[in-house]
């Protein structure tokens, strides 16, 4: 169906003689063919939003609706892809039509001239439906790609073609006609299926120590990052790409500003996959929108990323989506709103904000696939509020929708205390959830030792008003031995350093080791000053630092130096108390 351009407002037009056309329906716009989705329809006229430079459009020009909703590829080839946010491959393009993405570009997002080695694992006569193995596909420097029955697709395998194939052409037909290739299409905007959705009691370890033991989030949950500028909220979106527990990675970058997309094309490639040694890229796929490409692609890229990590999931993968930042897509969708002349809600953000994040967010979740395995998308989002003020509408809609808040402090990157995680406005709503896995795996009271902890920080703050007002001196030494043990608490523990090798990631069972040990030099110090030991004796002994040298050993050194510092500390006190 064709019709014809009689509208433009930069990245939005109208088009007239498209009455049989629906909703977020693709459209090739004019004779460049850029590529567009339809966002509003009225009769026969529609609204587009166009993913490309809309400059040099004429009016009269055509306007072609495809009969499809947007949609991805989904195959092979996918890891280790950088695409922009309707999913054009981004290197590729680059290197085709030098540094500028070309308009009208139809480049498919999977490589269509590499050939893979389709391994059967149905024959002929076999029933099949969504979810059904039907091999594997395999290519020399690309992990072994299972191939899976599309979501709604039943029926017998009438032919089998295995050996070398390429993304695109037929691997299985079945009987009555239908193929299946190595790749398949999926409408971003729709949630792929699965059988079940599982109880979220299984926590997605970041690897940071103050997220893990304070603020966990379950395998299939979600949590919100808001940070001001400069918080940390990249650098730590790289250290959960790098060590959460995730299988595959999605990406989301949506830049803030200028060059800030290609510092992350940059770097990201050279992060280095701890678990293989070879490049993180590897088990990652990267959607990329820098703040010179189309706002309409912008908003497109995190449903592009859903749809792709969905995919994993139904091959039972964990998968971590990242976004950074939401709050450019949102701004995305503030731009179209206005061009749509719709009614503007809070700070000009049309009023379906709340609902659109919360639909999205809907989408994570650890679930039972059609295949019978176990997968999940767990989805961390950043936010850049602006002014580092909470209670802006991105970050308060995001929060009604996630089940985390990892607020990052600029006062805490200030310091450079990193990550700078605000432990006191932070929160988890799956904390009861998970205590159970924590008891079990990390260690029995680990529950009581958090709570513990954290109230040991609220004295800390209690304590730091009053000698605000009254001087450190008027303190009591049970009152300083608070200040110094929240110190050692702060610096020791809630820390991390990204960039120590010992310390950039913490299983559990070490956190736990080490809470167990600040916590008790705490308990044990406060003994001996209730018992007349003078603070500052206790202070010399120097097994505060000692403390503080934890986090850099090797998980399997803890409970080793934690043993022999806990006799010296017995060793310590004992003879204090008896001078
Ligand atoms: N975990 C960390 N360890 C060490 N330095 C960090 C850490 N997080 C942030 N930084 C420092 O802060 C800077 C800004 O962090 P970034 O993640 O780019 O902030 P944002 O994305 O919130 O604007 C980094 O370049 C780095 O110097
Ligand atoms: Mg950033």
Known sequence: MSGTLMRMAGPTVVAEGLSGASLNEVVRVGEERLLGEIIRIEGDRATIQVYEETAGLALGEPVEASGEPLAVELGPGLLGSVFDGVQRPLSELAAREGDFLGRGASLPALDRTRAWEFEPAVAPGDRVEGGARLGVARAPGAPDHPVVVPPGVTGRVAEVRGGARRVDEPAVLLEGGATLALLERWPVRRPRPARR???????????????????????????????????????LEQSLAKWAAADVVVYVGCGERGNEMSEVLDEFPRLEDPRTGG????????????????????????????????????????????????????????EISARLEEMPGEEGYPTYLASRLARFYERAGRVETLGGAEGAVTMVGAVSPPGGDLSEPVTQCSLRATGALWALSADLAHRRHYPAVDWSVSFTLEGDRLAGWFEREAGDGFGALRDEARKLLQRERELAEVAELVGTESLQDAERLVLESARLLREGFLRQSALDPADATCPPAKAFEMLR??????RRAGAAVGAGVPLRSILDTGLGARLLRLAQLPAAEVPGAAAALRADLSEALARLEAE
């Open 197 to 235: 959705r599982l109880p979220p009691d299984v926590p997605f370890l970041t690897g940071q120590r103050v997220l893990d033991c304070f603020f966990p989030v379950s395998a299939g949950g979600t949590a919100v990052v808001p940070g001001g500028f400069g918080t940390g909220k990249t650098v």
């Open 279 to 334: 490049p993180l890229l590897a088990r990652t796929v990267m959607i990329v929108n820098t703040s010179n490409m189309p706002v309409a692609a912008r908003e497109a890229s995190i449903y592009t990323g859903c749809a792709i990590a969905e995919y994993f999931r139904d091959m039972g993968r964990s998968v971590a989506l990242m976004i950074d930042s939401t709050s450019r897509w949102a701004e995305a969708l503030r």
């Open 517 to 522: 040990l600040f916590l008790e030099w705490h």
